[in-house]
């Protein structure tokens, strides 16, 4: 499996992001469909932007905005939240069913390095890994 991979468990659907190097810790961002849920989440991420930065209560407020819009064929629309990326109990033994687009996995990788307070250390590594051009 690889960073950017979909997969669905218990009737959601996870974006792959990274595994830890203790092989047993694995990180995915949530697709949120519900529309409602979506609304709550970019108001929150607006607000939170529109805030002046020493305003801003940096941990709780900072992890609900870390998200990112999807444009994805088959989840337009939709977020992809990085909240808790290792909390989700789903294993890579299940069924991939695609994979976001470009533009989809470059918001994440943003999405994440901007985030280094509020994501697991070990994400950020594997993510700056990734990211960091081949000489």
Do not use: W
């Amino acid at each position: 499996m690889k960073f950017g991979d979909i997969i669905t468990h218990n009737d959601n659907f996870y974006i792959f992001l990274a595994q830890k190097d203790d092989g047993q810790t694995y990180y995915f961002a949530k697709i949120i469909s519900d529309k409602e849920s979506i609304k709550k989440l970019t108001t929150a991420k607006e607000n939170y932007r529109a805030e002046p930065r020493a305003a801003r209560r940096e941990s709780i407020l900072q992890l609900l905005t870390c998200f990112v819009v999807l444009t994805s064929d088959d989840f337009n629309g939709d977020v992809a939240h990085l909240g808790n990326p290792d909390s989700h109990l789903v294993a890579p033994v299940d069924y991939v069913v695609g994979a976001i687009n470009i533009d989809d996995a470059e918001e994440i990788k943003q999405e994440i390095l901007e985030n280094p307070h509020v994501l697991p250390p070990a994400l950020l590594k594997a993510i700056r890994e990734i990211s960091e051009p081949l000489l």
